[in-house]
DNA sequence: CTTGACCTTGTAGTTACTACAAGGTGCATA
DNA sequence: TATGCACCTTGTAGTAACTACAAGGTCAAG
């Protein structure tokens, strides 16, 4: 598979993925002999992971730590285990903001399909007290 | 409230608060006599509002956006009601991505408690088939 | 055999901050 | 009264994570 391909894939732009490479997110493809890089379905894998993590607001560097998890057969567990809690709180600290959010965006459009303006209350959704 | 204390309860720098006001994003606050930003709750609301969304992955036009939902009445209810319905899909499929990661963390936080190195899927937790 | 879509490396621009610098004001405290 | 800190301004420059463009090479279709 040719960056072209895998960039129109992923909905990633060719330049984004030679940056990847450069920074060592993405494993180095393989070259033809017309030294044009050739992805794997791995590649693929890979990279369709990094831009959902991206997109969920998620740091390079801490997608480099997701994708370090991989693997982590020559790590200590308990290493991994310590990540893994850290990754796993963040996560669920934004699936509550999000599912506040989307409470307050449902709320919107039933009243809006009421045809009444009801309060809108979407900076309320995520600004409720700190926990 | 001053920006110093604002900056505080929300961990942002007063230069990005300040960046935030240039910008149009954070409402320019009242001043006091001696010329200092005067931030009321409704500034510290938007704030941690706008904080919350970008680091769920909202762009600042996203962001924008939303926080224009929040003065709607003057708007008609079909154009909100489209803007609300994209909004709602994106934090859909937000919550979809974050929930299927947090299971893989999940379960390789048992694996790992079990102290036997399981098969990591944390990659294919997110790169699953597109919908 | 040319056209156009691809590829390469390299540089420069954009977004959303973040950090200084320089120079000034406000204000509590030793 | 002096010290020191938080704040004000404008401006420049650095960072992260792309994104675009330039200059030139490769390749399959017509």
């Not at 044009?36 to 480099?64: P, W």
């Not at 991994?80 to 307050?104: F, H, M, N, P, Y």
Request: net charge neutral.
């Amino acid at each position: 598979m040719r960056i072209g391909e895998l960039a129109k894939a992923t909905g990633t732009k060719a330049e984004t993925i030679r940056y990847y490479e450069r920074e060592g997110i993405l494993p180095a493809a393989d070259r033809t002999d017309s030294n044009y890089r050739d992805y794997s379905d791995e590649h693929l894998a890979t990279l369709i992971f990094v831009r959902r993590a991206r997109a969920l607001g998620f740091t390079m560097a801490q997608v480099r730590e997701l994708l370090a998890l991989s693997d982590h057969e020559d790590k200590p567990c308990r290493d991994v285990d310590q990540l893994v809690q850290r990754q796993l709180g963040e996560v669920t600290r934004k699936i509550a903001d999000l599912t506040s959010l989307q409470d307050e965006l449902q709320h919107m459009l039933r009243s809006c399909q009421a045809d009444r303006i009801g309060e809108c209350r979407i900076v309320e959704s995520l600004a409720r007290p700190l926990r």
